[in-house]
């Protein structure tokens, strides 16, 4: 069973909603090279997240979170060219973007705090 976490909850149906959105960009829009860079960071946040809760150390910790928050910033990257691209219409592209934004200030707070 997985240690509990607001953000690795928030990260897990984040990536549920990526893995919908694959799909739907994948076999309804045919879009195949965007779509799978955009599964890859939108899923490995939670991942890392998930790799950090059970680090050996403070250090591990914070390291994995690291990789979580640039994952998420890559997500971004990718969620705004598929938009400007028209493969998600406004609403679609907003909806993704504000959970991103969710967890990149989650993770951008944890990763901060004072050592």
């Keep these: 069973m997985a240690i509990k976490s607001i953000v690795g909850e928030k990260s ?3 990536g549920k909603r ?3 959105c694959y799909r ?3 076999y309804s829009k ?3 090279i ?3 860079q955009l599964l890859r ?9 998930r790799e950090g809760l059970y680090a050996q150390s403070r250090k591990d ?4 979170l690291n990789i979580a928050l640039k994952e998420s910033a890559e997500t971004d990257y990718w969620l ?4 400007i691209a028209d493969y998600l219409n406004e609403e679609e592209y907003l909806s993704l973007k504000k959970d991103n934004d969710e967890l990149l200030r989650l993770l951008a707070s944890i990763v901060k705090k004072p050592k």
């Design 12 to 14: 897990l149906a984040f």
């Design 18 to 20: 990526i893995a919908k």
């Design 24 to 26: 739907y960009l994948r």
């Design 30 to 32: 045919k879009e195949h």
């Design 34 to 36: 965007l779509s799978d």
């Design 41 to 49: 960071s939108g899923t490995s946040i939670g991942a890392n997240i």
């Design 61 to 64: 910790f914070i390291n994995k």
């Design 80 to 83: 705004e060219i598929i938009h």
